[in-house]
């Protein structure tokens, strides 16, 4: 089981980027997904989730601007960023919340997709 994050990149202040991130392996269903960022020196903090049942939750200085979508028969969470400031440099995880099969029973486990750079030049 595995997330793949695609995306990511170098874009002029006040572009945009979109972020896909695909889970893999042995899923039985997916529970809440969504994005965090990290920069140099500093804890990871969420910046969109999405439930399962579609509900978004974003951090304060990204509302507006990012939107967290995901398409459950894809297995994939994606994060359109519009209207990208300097401050939005970091990198990017996706995350979910995975029930998978482990020794026979069904067990829920949070995943991480290996990280992708978002570099924003003013």
């Known amino acids: 089981v595995q997330l793949q994050a695609f995306g990511g990149g170098l874009v002029q202040a006040g572009g945009s980027l979109r972020l896909s991130c695909v889970a893999s392996?042995?899923?039985?269903?997916?529970?809440?997904m969504g994005w965090y960022r990290q920069t140099p020196g500093k804890q990871r903090t969420l910046v969109a989730a999405?439930?399962?049942?579609?509900?978004?939750n974003y951090a304060d200085s990204v509302k507006g601007r990012f939107t967290v979508s995901r398409d459950n028969a894809k297995n994939t969470v994606n994060l359109q960023m519009n209207s990208l400031k300097p401050e939005d440099t970091a990198v990017y995880y996706c995350?979910?919340?995975?029930?998978?099969?482990?020794?026979?029973?069904?067990?829920?486990?949070?995943?991480w997709g290996q990280g992708t750079q978002v570099t924003v030049s003013s």
């Open positions: 999405i439930t399962s049942g579609g509900s978004t």
């Open positions: 995350n979910a919340g995975l029930d998978v099969p482990t020794f026979g029973a069904t067990r829920t486990r949070t995943f």
């Open positions: 392996g042995s899923i039985l269903s997916i529970n809440a």
